[in-house]
């Protein structure tokens, strides 16, 4: 825990996210987080119910002369993505989130920093906590699962909340007003391969690729980082047809809504064509490295010797599962034709991991248009077709809806114009929220996403900026305090 985050203002929030960053929170393991949460309402005397998944909701009465307001709920998620770099020493299920404070951002060391969406817990929690903030009914839903499938806001109970006005505070750059986000939908492959003993006279070598930026999948995709998955495929389809190399294991990224950064192969080949293989690695590396030199520019691919392995894939399934992986689509499919500069359909191809006999692939995507989103989940279907894998569609969520006639809309624009002298953009994203689908069993919320400027999420780089958490913190109280009257 770092005494300099405590130190900043607002003390309250920033206290609160402090301590919330000292529980484990993965997605689908929050028992513990649940129970924290659960025991800081019940602390406060406040009304705190759990339902069977885990979601926490919390009441707060009005304060004094605003009990005519309308009930405001207070949205975030518990969990956090769990991600850090390959030479960290940390364990996640054990070992709190170890923040500092570098400059004007707030950053992990070497971890993902937590504050997706930690920062809008923090300020419910804030809130829930506060003895001199005036506001009108509260009620503050914390939900789970957000990150791997949104399956916390699924299982609501229809109408478990009573609020009209819902705020959802898992927006990542201040200064704009969300009221739309694209839906999503996992795409998971599974199969077998043969194995077979491994040629005579061969060099084993371990293919490391590290250093990209990686991100979130869904508000980052479009910045056209390098995906290590799709890096590493291309590598070992080009080095299978000119070096006759073999794989031995494929292990490539790691979470499916986060843009893969690193991956590590194992092959074989033969010795014939073993330094010509060292100067296609060199020459691949310089590739990647001019490629990407404006939005990874600390991109490597490295190469060492290892002990040969006594078995790799057989070549025809080799031959199919690197042709299937070469045509998984990813990155940006489509750019909206309606609103200038959101992408609408988009995939990435998340996980990679081949071993053993069995492979694994996943794959995340996105799109604001339905038959968008379907066409392109059977598109990647079909690459692995001759592959004869199972594959899943699975998580399918829909996208929230604009409402450009918002109440909620037109009175955040008026408090933010007043506050800060300017009027804020309204937005709809790429990336997926959880608004689409409470609305679902809760279909008459008015709805609305802000919250402070995060940079990086879902990678060890992910950081927090100081200055628009504090206006952040201003603009909701500001919103609690003129919230419309019933």
């Known amino acids: 825990m770092s005494e300099a985050v405590r130190a900043l203002e607002p003390k309250a929030l920033w206290n609160h996210f402090e301590d919330l960053n000292a529980v484990p929170r993965p997605s689908k393991k929050e028992?513990?987080?649940?129970?924290?949460?659960?025991?800081?309402?019940?602390?406060?005397?406040?009304?705190?119910?759990?339902?069977?998944?885990?979601?926490?909701?919390?009441?707060?009465?009005?304060?004094?002369?605003?009990?005519?307001?309308?009930?405001?709920?207070?949205?975030?998620?518990?969990?956090?993505?769990?991600?850090?770099?390959?030479?960290?020493?940390?364990?996640?299920?054990?070992?709190?989130?170890?923040?500092?404070v570098d400059g004007d951002w707030v950053k992990a060391?070497?971890?993902?920093?937590?504050?997706?969406?930690?920062?809008?817990?923090?300020?419910?929690?804030?809130?829930?906590?506060?003895?001199d903030i005036p506001h009108g009914p509260i009620e503050a839903l914390f939900t789970v699962d957000e990150e791997t499938g949104m399956t916390g806001a699924f299982a609501l109970q229809k109408n478990w909340c009573k609020g009209e006005v819902l705020l959802n505070m898992d927006y990542e750059d201040e200064g704009e007003l969300c009221i739309g986000c694209a839906g999503g939908i996992d795409t998971n492959i599974t199969g077998n391969y043969q194995e077979?003993?491994?040629?005579?006279?061969?060099?084993?070598?371990?293919?490391?690729?590290?250093?990209?930026?990686?991100?979130?999948?869904?508000?980052?995709?479009?910045?056209?980082?390098?995906?290590?998955?799709?890096?590493?495929?291309?590598?070992?389809?080009?080095?299978?047809?000119?070096?006759?190399?073999?794989?031995?294991?494929?292990?490539?990224?790691?979470?499916?809504?986060?843009?893969?950064?690193?991956?590590?192969?194992?092959?074989?080949?033969?010795?014939?064509?073993?330094?010509?293989?060292?100067?296609?690695?060199?020459?691949?590396?310089?590739?990647?490295?001019?490629?990407?030199?404006?939005?990874?520019?600390?991109?490597?691919?490295?190469?060492?010797?290892?002990?040969?392995?006594?078995?790799?894939?057989?070549?025809?399934?080799?031959?199919?599962?690197?042709?299937?992986?070469?045509?998984?689509?990813?990155?940006?499919?489509?750019?909206?034709?309606?609103?200038?500069?959101?992408?609408?359909?988009?995939?990435?191809?998340?996980?990679?991991?081949?071993?053993?006999?069995?492979?694994?692939?996943?794959?995340?995507?996105?799109?604001?248009?339905?038959?968008?989103k379907e066409d392109c989940a059977q598109m990647i279907e079909s690459a692995y077709a001759v592959t004869g894998a199972s594959v899943e569609h699975a998580g399918d969520y829909p996208g929230w809806t604009p409402n450009p006639?918002?109440?909620?809309?037109?009175?955040?624009?008026?408090?933010?114009?007043?506050?800060f002298g300017k009027i804020p953009e309204v937005m709809a994203i790429h990336a997926g929220l959880e608004c689409g689908i409470i609305s679902q069993s809760h279909p008459n919320l008015d709805m609305i996403a802000f919250g402070p400027t995060i940079r990086n999420p879902h990678s060890p780089d992910e950081m927090v900026d100081i200055r628009t958490v504090q206006k952040f913190w201003k603009f909701l109280l500001e919103i609690l305090k003129q919230m419309p009257k019933k």
């Not at 047809?241 to 294991?249: A, H, M, T």
């Not at 520019?297 to 190469?303: E, G, Q, R």
């Not at 081949?354 to 995340?364: A, V």
């Open 196 to 372: 077979e003993s491994a040629p005579d006279a061969h060099q084993a070598f371990r293919l490391i690729m590290k250093g990209l930026k990686g991100g979130h999948s869904g508000v980052e995709i479009h910045l056209q980082r390098g995906n290590s998955n799709k890096l590493m495929t291309r590598l070992l389809w080009e080095a299978s047809r000119k070096f006759e190399l073999r794989v031995v294991s494929f292990d490539g990224g790691s979470l499916r809504n986060a843009i893969p950064r690193e991956a590590f192969v194992n092959v074989l080949v033969p010795n014939k064509h073993s330094e010509a293989f060292k100067a296609f690695v060199s020459d691949f590396e310089k590739q990647v490295k001019a490629n990407l030199s404006s939005t990874d520019p600390n991109a490597s691919l490295a190469y060492e010797a290892t002990d040969a392995a006594s078995k790799c894939m057989s070549k025809q399934d080799q031959t199919n599962w690197l042709n299937a992986l070469y045509a998984n689509p990813n990155g940006v499919f489509k750019m909206s034709s309606d609103i200038e500069g959101l992408v609408e359909t988009s995939t990435n191809l998340s996980r990679v991991h081949i071993e053993d006999g069995q492979i694994l692939i996943q794959c995340l995507t996105r799109s604001s248009v339905e038959e968008a």
């Open 109 to 131: 060391k070497g971890t993902t920093l937590g504050s997706d969406n930690g920062m809008g817990v923090a300020a419910a929690m804030s809130i829930l906590s506060s003895t």
């Open 31 to 100: 028992e513990r987080v649940t129970a924290f949460v659960k025991a800081f309402g019940e602390s406060l005397g406040l009304e705190t119910l759990v339902d069977d998944i885990g979601n926490v909701l919390i009441r707060k009465p009005a304060t004094q002369g605003m009990e005519d307001r309308k009930a405001a709920i207070l949205q975030g998620h518990i969990d956090m993505v769990h991600q850090k770099n390959s030479d960290t020493d940390f364990d996640f299920d054990t070992m709190g989130i170890q923040s500092y």
């Open 405 to 419: 006639k918002s109440d909620i809309l037109d009175t955040c624009q008026s408090i933010y114009n007043d506050m």
